[in-house]
């Protein structure tokens, strides 16, 4: 493998018991082969920890990015394909082992805006092997709420809630996880078979923002008027 941007980093960060590239990899020894599809490349470090566990192991990682990222890494057990990776016929028809055979993980740090998120999952679930699982990068606010940081701190958590809002919708068929560290990371975990549906996303009831900054205020009123 060759990497245009790293040389010895990915191995560094898998000594890292907490990273979150070690808590993806870890996952990828538990599987034979494993197939990995990758939404969001960049400069190419996750990509370069996937592929260096692939040529270990005999597995294989497709990489999707909407810029052209092809040159980032040189590896027999990598394909990448410059696309909107919401675009999944497309992508198949270029990837066709994926829509035959499935894969076993699923990376998404493309494009962090919730709508987006949630489509990615709803679109690819299908394609996700039982036990395979979905990670989802950057879905923890606390960092960006130390700064202050009103844009990313809305964005993080919107994407947290329509993370949760599938996993609400598909109890049956997913096993939720959440780590902190790293900006986030959560995890799906498939129960279902291979080329099963999700369920539809259906909303579940929330109190408004309101509520929340009154709160206080009404416990206090309640507390007053119990004792009274």
């Not at 198949?92 to 990615?120: A, C, M, T």
Request: proline content about 3%; charged content about 30%; glycine content about 4%.
């Amino acid at each position: 493998m060759i990497n245009i941007n790293y040389n010895d980093e990915p191995r560094k960060k898998l000594i890292d018991k907490n990273s979150h590239l070690r808590i993806m990899t870890d996952f990828l020894l538990t599987k034979e082969k494993p197939v990995i599809l990758e939404f969001g490349v960049e400069r190419g470090l996750s990509t370069n920890i996937f592929i260096w566990l692939a040529e270990q192991v005999g597995g294989k990682v497709y990489s999707i990015d909407i810029d052209d990222c092809s040159k980032v890494v040189t590896s027999k057990h990598w394909q990448f394909l410059q696309s909107d990776d919401l675009k999944i016929e497309y992508i198949l028809s270029k990837f066709p082992e994926i829509k035959d055979l499935g894969v076993d993980l699923i990376y998404i740090d493309s494009y962090h805006e919730n709508f987006h998120v949630q489509k990615l999952i709803m679109l690819w679930f299908k394609y996700l092997k039982k036990e395979g699982a979905i990670f989802v990068d950057d879905v923890d606010s606390e960092p960006f709420r130390r700064n202050k940081d009103i844009w990313n701190s809305i964005v993080y958590d919107l994407t947290d809630e329509a993370i949760k809002d599938f996993y609400y919708s598909n109890k049956e068929n997913v096993f939720y996880t959440r780590y902190f560290g790293e900006n986030g990371l959560a995890k799906l975990l498939k129960l279902s078979e291979l080329f099963s549906e999700p369920n539809n996303i259906k909303k579940i009831w929330s109190y408004s923002i309101f509520i929340k900054i009154i709160y206080p205020y009404l416990r206090k009123l309640r507390k007053l008027f119990r004792f009274r």
